[in-house]
């Protein structure tokens, strides 16, 4: 409900800028604008940039060819995402790379990670080069969790001594230098501004523990959504915040771009403005008509940081230009609701309420009240449409890395089976009454046989054992009320049960033709 009411009120307010404009655009500045330099120091601060020359060249070389290996093994997967109840496939392709059972979800999907080089974890990759990719993206992360401590103390040091911080890099003109070039701001040095409960604040913002790799080549996309503020052109990500990120942590994007330094150089320099062939990222105050927007043009090896509450009071988007391009999008996910160690424990709670007999080995319920059953069932949605469904729907593109995830998602659909046996039979609810599901203001004139049919569709492959599922679904619905339990039938259309459970070929990504037999 929160995520739907923050979707209206976004449209809503898009809509009222767009009415506001009219026909008008929105300014906008580059490097090349005289007032660029001073904007950026004013209204966008907290964007720190840093060209590629700031970079140790070998850390520049072990990425980029971890990009081109992951790109050569198939790895980049386009996304299926629902936005303001559509679903719509990404134009970029991405996969997550992160800690071993770190999750993160974006738009509706969650994707997996990657597990990069862990102590402890034993983890086999595909290939010796996919080993090599995902240890590069971990020394890469390394490397910006570094630079990101440096810059916010950097920030908090020059604060306090109310010094203006000037951030701008302009490649073309050489301009101001960041304070971040000019040498590292130790702990030591910053003690006077930074108490210890802030410093460990400062590292836990900073400590990245996934990275969203994007790809894209724009020559090979039929059509591009248009940048409808400023007129800035192409975008291959429209405008938006960050989501599911721990509070004011620092979001890190390193840039490479597969296009020849003198023809960019040439190009830009003829151009006023933005220029449509160079990949920029583009700012702006958040639902502002006053404040001029920023594009910025991304070089082969640049990187920049999204410091402190920049990523809550500002939105971004990603300009395409004409080449190919890799990213590398390190964050501070927040995992409270999306690990293995927190699912699992979920399931251990739930299960707590299941008892096996000494004698026949029989498995019943120690509590059957309502608000224990009811938590078993809410652990039991989780558990199948958080992670069972999410995790298959993806199907294979996992295995294109690692087989990681196979014995976790094994134990966690051992464990919903014995949820399943939980939900208890007709026969324990004498007082069960058959009620509709339209008095729950859920959905329109549909009753008990309309959610059996539906669930019996969702089940279709199940055989004889859908049957009993429905009995005992009629049960649950009845006795504790159809707002806990018609979202186990009324599942998003781009969610699907689990493909081994229902003997389904897993779908991957770009097999659209089986994902549209299985949907319809």
């Known amino acids: ?26 300014p906008y500045m580059t490097p090349a604008d005289a007032d660029f330099h001073q904007l950026w120091k004013t209204k966008y601060s907290k964007l720190i940039f840093r060209k590629s020359d700031t970079i140790p060249e070998e850390l520049h070389q072990m990425v980029q060819e971890g990009f081109l290996t992951l790109r050569k093994h198939d790895c980049f997967f386009q996304d299926l995402v629902r936005i303001k109840g559509k679903d719509f496939v990404t134009p970029v392709s991405r996969i997550l790379i992160g800690n071993p ?28 080069r996919v080993h090599d990719a995902c240890k590069a993206l971990i020394r890469l992360n390394d490397y910006l969790h570094i630079e990101a401590v440096k810059a916010l103390q950097g920030q ?15 490649r073309e003109q050489n301009f101001a230098t960041s304070f971040m070039e000019k040498g590292s701001v130790s702990k030591d040095q910053s003690s006077c501004c930074v108490s210890e409960d802030d410093y460990i604040s400062l590292k836990n913002r900073t400590s990245y523990n996934l990275t969203l790799l994007n790809y894209m080549d724009p020559l090979q996309m039929l059509y591009l959504k248009q940048e409808p503020y400023f007129g800035m052109g192409n975008m291959a990500v ?10 004011r942590s620092t979001v ?7 296009e020849g330094s003198a023809v960019e150089e040439s190009n830009e320099q003829k151009l006023n403005g933005r220029d449509p062939a160079i990949w920029h990222v583009g700012l702006k105050v958040a639902w502002d008509i006053e404040t001029p927007g920023l594009a910025i043009p991304l070089h082969q090896g640049d990187f920049y940081l999204m410091l402190d509450d920049l990523n809550m009071t500002h939105q971004h988007c990603v300009l395409a230009g004409f080449s190919p391009r890799f990213s590398s999008t390190h964050r501070v996910a927040d995992c409270s609701r999306g690990t293995l160690e927190y699912i699992f424990g979920q399931c251990e709670l739930a299960l707590q309420n299941l008892q096996t007999d000494s004698e026949s080995m029989a498995l019943s319920l120690k509590s059957l009240e309502t608000a224990v059953v009811k938590q078993v069932e809410e652990i039991h949605n989780e558990v199948e449409f958080e992670w069972l469904r999410q995790f298959w729907f993806q199907g294979k593109r996992y295995l294109k890395c690692t087989d990681w995830w196979l014995k976790p998602m094994a134990k966690l659909e ?33 009753s008990i046989p309309d959610v059996e049919r539906i669930w019996l569709l969702e089940r279709r492959l199940c055989g004889p ?10 049960a649950f619905i009845s006795s504790l009320g159809a707002a806990t339990a018609v979202k186990r039938f009324l599942s998003p259309p781009q969610l699907l049960p689990p493909s ?21």
């Open 1 to 26: 409900m929160k995520r739907r009411a923050g979707e209206r009120e976004k449209e809503l307010k898009k809509k009222k800028l767009l009415e506001e404009l009219g026909e008008n655009r929105l």
């Open 101 to 128: 059972g770190c999750t993160y979800k974006y738009l509706n999907t969650r994707l997996f990670t990657v597990p990069w080089p862990t102590e402890g974890y034993d983890i086999k990759y595909c290939s010796p």
């Open 156 to 170: 908090n040091l020059f604060e306090s001594k109310e010094i203006k911080d000037s951030t701008v890099i302009d």
């Open 238 to 247: 429209s405008w938006h915040h960050d989501e599911n990120l721990v509070e």
């Open 252 to 258: 890190a994007v390193y840039s490479y771009s597969c």
């Open 414 to 446: 051992e464990f919903w089976r014995k949820m399943e046996v939980m939900l208890p039979p007709l026969d324990n609810f004498p007082h069960v009454s058959h009620i509709s599901l339209e008095s729950n203001g859920l959905i329109e004139s549909t």
């Open 465 to 474: 054992c859908a049957f009993e599922i429905i009995h005992r679904r009629k």
């Open 500 to 520: 081994h459970l229902l003997n389904l070929t897993p779908i991957y990504w770009p097999e659209f033709s089986s994902l549209t037999t299985v949907l319809c």
